[in-house]
């Protein structure tokens, strides 16, 4: 049986390595790696402005991840900056959100992971909490730089969620964001503070997102669920 095709979208920033420092299209190889262990066959997904390719590559895979990374543009859902919110890069926001479009209109395979979910709440008309310590009193989501913190979350029984990762799941977060309103999507997690964890989309379609980044823990349940939709919809394709 061959390998699911999963596209992962990636950053556009500066970036260093060997002799070179310079714009870079990139994503953590925990990712692709999360993909591989899984089944699938990771392909990455820089950002494109082209009218219509969004389309074009949502016909070319069999499931799509939406990264972690910066802040979404306020203004993508009506809202002014708030002072802690910074380095957002709207051609980034342009690609996923058509990704997004494309990839419901098709039936593919979705999954978010931290930003991915904000961006997916964003995209249903959802609106963010743009400083989430200013809710809960607390840094704990996100320790500061590069530090992962550990939060304790429980999952909705009976959730697509909790058949794939248990009733509670000990998970390694790094977002000072979260989702206030997801028109279209059930929670189906939260940490102790009530911050929203995870959601997902009701139906037989997987369509899933956690404010979370489970390719850190080698946590098998989410990229499984996720490579097993996508043979699904490539057979289906055909």
Do not use: K
Not at 131 to 153: F, I, K, N, R
């Amino acid at each position: 049986m061959d390998a699911p095709v999963v596209g992962l979208t990636t950053y556009r920033q500066q970036a260093a390595w060997g002799v070179w420092n310079t714009r870079a299209d990139l994503l953590p190889t925990e990712y692709a790696a999360a993909v591989e262990v899984a089944g699938g066959v990771p392909v990455l997904l820089p950002p494109v402005g082209s009218p219509g390719a969004a389309a074009r590559v949502v016909a070319t895979i069999d499931a799509l991840v939406v990264s972690g990374g910066a802040d979404v543009d306020p203004g993508q859902y009506g809202a002014a900056p708030h002072e802690r919110t910074a380095g957002w890069h709207p051609e980034r926001d342009a690609w996923e959100l058509a990704l997004l479009t494309a990839a419901e209109a098709a039936g593919l395979p979705v999954l978010g992971i931290c930003r991915g979910m904000q961006l997916m709440a964003v995209h249903a008309g959802g609106t963010l909490d743009q400083h989430t310590p200013d809710l809960v009193g607390h840094e704990t989501h996100s320790p500061g730089g590069d530090a992962y913190g550990t939060v304790e979350v429980a999952t909705e029984p009976g959730s697509r969620l909790a058949a794939l990762v248990g009733a509670e799941v000990e998970v390694s977060c790094h977002h000072h964001q979260s989702v206030a309103t997801h028109p279209g999507f059930t929670a189906v997690a939260r940490a102790a503070d009530g911050t929203l964890e995870a959601m997902e989309a009701a139906g037989e379609r997987y369509c899933l997102a956690v404010q979370w980044h489970p390719e850190t823990r080698v946590e098998i349940g989410l990229m499984a669920g996720l490579v097993a939709a996508a043979r699904d919809h490539s057979d289906s394709r055909g």
